[in-house]
């Protein structure tokens, strides 16, 4: 009876507390379609910023995408090929612009992340041409030829140090109809957009793909270099630069990756690569988490299908709450509502990602990322 009751009704708590607070983060109210800034009087210098490694199949899109934009102001951008052995860095050079700087990587020193290395070389390039702003972009992302306008006049609003988009992920194959979207929901959960954009709050997040930095404002909380180590890097530069001023995260169509994901192994190794280390390589975290994951995705099916009276009732109640918020990231990604009911399932495959992560991290093999070990040793 007892364990009908706490089964039943405390997921249903969860999930009526998830529904009606944390800044209702499943309505996706935070995107850059909505509430557009007005054009600054002035449009300022920006460097944007492009780590490369191994990007052959899909460089020559998204540096086409950035030569494209149609920017009033100062724009140039370096690519930092990091000891790519495919042939980035020619591609790159390909393109023949005088706009376009590619820089050879050196050698990861000992105490960095990979990409954050090539930022901080492209950063440092960066800074001879005294921009305002450095533009922080993946080398597998497209961008629409607004984006950049876009960015700046929401960034030189109110004064903001960062404004980051969540691009459009891949949603093509079956394996990521099933697991994308729950990516971006699970994301928005833990670090709800509207408190990020908040500057009264202390949730602070950032999405690694775009992020336009005021340079001065990086300066003063520390550079790339104050966050060397962090393997979820964006949200990391995210926390750094909210202890500077405003910033602002949202959703967009204006910048789309062009990364695939087409077996649900490609999105486990994306999940399992950093998972752990949003827990703090902590057993104790990851244990709360396991729990935590079954109590609120599983408990309610299983009560749902399996008890009885009034907690079978809380169950059914819970999945359909859990349901209902899953719908407004379907439509984002243009996907029928019959998968919203496949939450609960989704929950428990990442609840398995987040797993792997730290077996990988006790095996040594933490925070692979093409071909390197990056997870904290001393972790």
């Known amino acids: 009876m007892i364990a009908g009751l706490v089964f039943g009704f405390l997921p249903l708590v969860i999930w009526l507390y998830l529904l009606l607070g944390r800044n209702q983060f499943w309505r996706l109210r935070e995107r850059d379609s909505a509430d557009a800034p007005p054009p600054p009087s002035h449009w300022p210098s920006v460097v944007a910023v492009v780590p490369a490694r191994n990007e052959a199949d899909v460089i020559g899109r998204s540096l086409g995408s950035l030569l494209a934009q149609d920017y009033a102001g100062e724009f140039r951008i370096v690519l930092v090929d990091d000891q790519s052995d495919d042939g980035t860095g020619d591609l790159a050079r ?70 980051s988009l969540m691009a459009r992920l891949s949603c093509k194959t079956a394996a990521e109809h099933f697991l994308i979207p729950a990516f971006v929901f699970f994301f928005d959960m833990l670090y709800p957009f509207g408190a990020v954009n908040d500057p009264s709050r202390r949730t602070a997040a950032a999405a690694g793909g775009c992020m336009l930095a005021r340079r001065s404002a990086l300066d003063r909380a520390g550079g790339i270099a104050a966050i060397r180590s962090q393997l979820i890097d964006d949200c990391a530069l995210g926390r750094a630069m909210k202890r500077q001023g405003p910033i602002w995260l949202g959703l967009t169509n204006r910048a789309e990756s062009l990364r695939p994901y087409q077996h649900l192994a490609d999105i486990r190794k994306m999940v399992a690569r950093s998972a752990y280390a949003q827990l703090g390589y902590s057993p104790l975290q990851l244990a709360g988490t396991m729990l935590g994951l079954i109590l609120i995705y599983i408990a309610p099916v299983m009560t749902a299908l399996f008890a009885w009276g009034i907690s079978q009732m809380a169950g059914w109640a819970a999945w359909l709450i859990m349901a209902v918020m899953f719908l407004p990231i379907l439509r984002f990604y243009r996907l029928s509502p019959i998968w919203a009911p496949t939450l609960p399932l989704v929950g428990a ?19 692979m990322w093409k071909g390197r070990v990056q997870a904290r040793a001393d972790a």
């Open 349 to 367: 495959f990442y609840a398995a990602f987040t797993f792997e992560s730290a077996l990988l991290h006790w095996s040594g093999k933490g925070g």
């Open 94 to 163: 390909g393109f023949g612009d005088r706009r376009l700087t590619v820089l050879a990587g050196a050698p990861r020193p000992a105490g960095w992340t990979g990409k954050l290395w090539a930022m901080h070389q492209g950063a440092q390039h960066a800074a001879d041409f005294r921009p305002e702003f450095l533009w922080f972009t993946d080398a597998d992302i497209a961008h629409g030829p607004d984006n950049l306008s876009q960015l700046v006049a929401r960034a030189e609003e109110n004064g903001k140090v960062l404004v």
